[in-house]
C-alpha cells in the first residue's frame, strides 16, 4: 500500500511564496496522475494541479491564476506544489492524491477519481 506523506505548510505572509511536498512511499499498481487538492474550512475539497507519474503532463486549475506550479522529482518519488503570490484565499489544508485505477487524464479534477490521500499540511494566509 502505498503511503502519501505532505509537508511544507505552515503560516505565511500575503504575497510570499511556498513549495509544498509530497513523498510517495512507493508506486501503486495503476498509477498515473497524482495530483494536489485543497480544502478549506466548511467547503468541498477543491482541485489545484496534477501532473502524470511520467511528468509529461501537468495541469493547474484556472482558479489559481497561474501562481501555482506542480512538478515532480521522479529520484525522491516526491511531487511539489509551488505557490507564488500567496493570498488569504489560498488559506486550506492541501493534500495530495493518487488516482484511483483506471481514472484517465481527462478526469483528474475529480476528487472521487482518487483512491489515496495524505494526511494534509495546513497553509495559513495572512493579510
Known amino acids: 500500500q502505498v503511503q502519501l506523506v505532505e509537508s511544507g505548510g505552515g503560516l505565511v505572509q500575503a504575497g510570499g511564496s511556498l513549495r509544498l511536498s509530497c513523498v510517495a512511499s512507493g508506486r501503486a499498481y495503476g498509477m498515473n496522475i497524482l495530483a494536489w487538492f485543497r480544502q478549506a474550512p466548511g467547503r468541498e475539497r477543491e482541485f489545484v494541479a496534477a501532473?502524470?507519474?511520467?511528468?509529461?503532463?501537468?495541469y493547474s486549475s484556472d482558479s489559481v491564476d497561474g501562481r501555482f506550479t506542480i512538478s515532480r522529482d521522479s529520484a525522491k518519488n516526491t511531487v511539489y506544489l509551488g505557490i507564488d503570490g500567496v493570498k488569504p484565499d489560498d488559506t486550506a489544508v492541501y493534500y495530495c492524491?493518487?488516482?484511483?485505477?483506471?481514472?484517465?487524464?481527462?478526469?483528474?479534477?475529480?476528487?472521487?477519481?482518487?483512491?489515496?490521500w495524505g494526511q494534509g499540511t495546513p497553509v495559513t494566509v495572512s493579510s
Open positions: 501532473i502524470r507519474y511520467n511528468g509529461a503532463s501537468t
Open positions: 492524491g493518487v488516482n484511483s485505477f483506471g481514472t484517465t487524464w481527462p478526469n483528474r479534477r475529480l476528487a472521487e477519481k482518487y483512491r489515496l
